[in-house]
């Protein structure tokens, strides 16, 4: 392989997995600050996410209701502002993982925080 081309791939390959691919879940508000997994959405598309989100939401009926989700997953943390509510879901999905605390959803193996984050994410966008 030319150097040149390893550079452009390499490249490519640094902007792709940098560029978070689910742009389409962001209109900058808090409700979608809640709702997008952040480091689930670098590597997957929103299909996935709301499929994940639809998954769980059928696997925890008691769970299917916007108003419990959130409280699930802000507890008594409402009044932050968007980049602290990433910031602390983003910490308590780093926690999830350290405790065990995932499942497998059509596939994947995500954090109980990111799951209830697809499944918000997939109430929001129905």
């Not at 952040?38 to 769970?63: C, M, P, W």
Request: aromatic content about 6%; some cysteine.
């Amino acid at each position: 392989m030319e150097r040149r081309l390893f550079i452009k791939l390499s490249a490519f390959t640094a902007a792709a997995l940098t560029l978070p691919l689910a742009q389409g879940c962001s209109n900058g508000s808090m409700e979608t600050a809640v709702a997008q997994p952040f480091l689930f959405s670098q590597i997957v598309d929103v299909k996935t996410i709301n499929e994940a989100g639809l998954a769980y939401r059928a696997n925890h009926i008691s769970e299917d209701n916007k108003e419990i989700l959130t409280q699930l997953l802000l507890g008594e943390h409402k009044g932050l502002g968007k980049e602290a509510i990433q910031t602390k879901l983003d910490k308590q999905v780093t926690a999830d993982f350290r405790q065990g605390k995932t499942i497998v959803l059509k596939g994947w193996v995500m954090s109980i925080t990111e799951a209830r984050q697809c499944a918000l994410y997939s109430i929001i966008k129905s």
